[in-house]
């Protein structure tokens, strides 16, 4: 039986703690468990028993729902996984510079549901003109404005400042409410843009942008 030191000014503090030190402590004195008043949120007082098991109910309950959105986020980023291969396919069966451009404006506009795309290089590119392309031969010092990004580099996601998104995207400014701005290493930038303000915001997991972007960069250095 276990053995119990009283002393001056126990607190219930002090009690939890033997408790849990002394788990078999209710068996050694089963008369003590039937004056316990276990909580209850509606109707009378139910056993220990019962209340534990309620209690391990609710923990599996809790346990279940966390591993289904566990599941859920694994599953989202299994297909955007796949996505990023299937870019990347598109990307290597390209034979010129313009065929890879088009080629990844328009896997991003089918797979990835954007809204719009800005893809900004910095170099000339002949026999290719598009509402989603800038053309900037004069490399960072034709966009000012994305000086301080171009200067980094990790991925921009949220709201941009006007200036920035008429730059990108043109007359096309009034649809974008968020944005996912992206360096392609040094040849130049990539933007998308999105009418939904909670598709790209400044906690959102930029693993598969980084992916995008790098693969880009892979295929363009082949046309310099």
Not at 49 to 56: G, K
Request: hydrophobic residues 45%; proline residues 4%; aromatic residues 6%.
């Amino acid at each position: 039986m276990p053995e119990m030191t009283l002393k001056a000014g126990l607190e219930a503090m002090d009690v939890a703690e033997y408790l849990r030190k002394h788990p078999q402590f209710l068996k050694d004195f089963p008369e003590i468990a039937q004056e316990l008043v276990i909580p209850r949120e509606h109707g009378p007082a139910a056993s220990l028993t019962a209340y534990q098991l309620e209690a391990l109910r609710a923990r599996n309950q809790e346990l279940n729902e966390r591993l289904a959105d566990l599941i859920g986020v694994a599953t989202d980023n299994e297909q955007l996984m796949v996505r990023v291969h299937s870019l990347t396919l598109t990307l290597l069966r390209a034979d010129t510079l313009v065929d890879t451009c088009r080629g990844f404006v328009a896997a991003l506009n089918e797979d990835f549901d954007t809204d719009l795309v800005c893809l900004g290089l910095f170099r000339e590119v002949a026999d290719l003109d598009a509402p989603w392309l800038l053309a900037l031969p004069q490399g960072h010092a034709a966009l000012p404005e994305f000086a301080e990004f171009l200067a980094r580099n990790e991925p921009l996601c949220g709201r941009l400042a006007q200036d920035k998104l008429d730059r990108l995207f043109g007359t096309r400014t009034g649809r974008v409410q968020s944005c996912a701005l992206l360096k392609i290493g040094e040849r130049g930038l990539l933007a998308i843009g999105s009418d939904d303000i909670n598709r790209f915001h400044p906690g959102i997991g930029t693993i598969f942008l980084k992916l995008i972007a790098q693969a880009l960069d892979a295929a363009l250095a082949r046309f310099d």
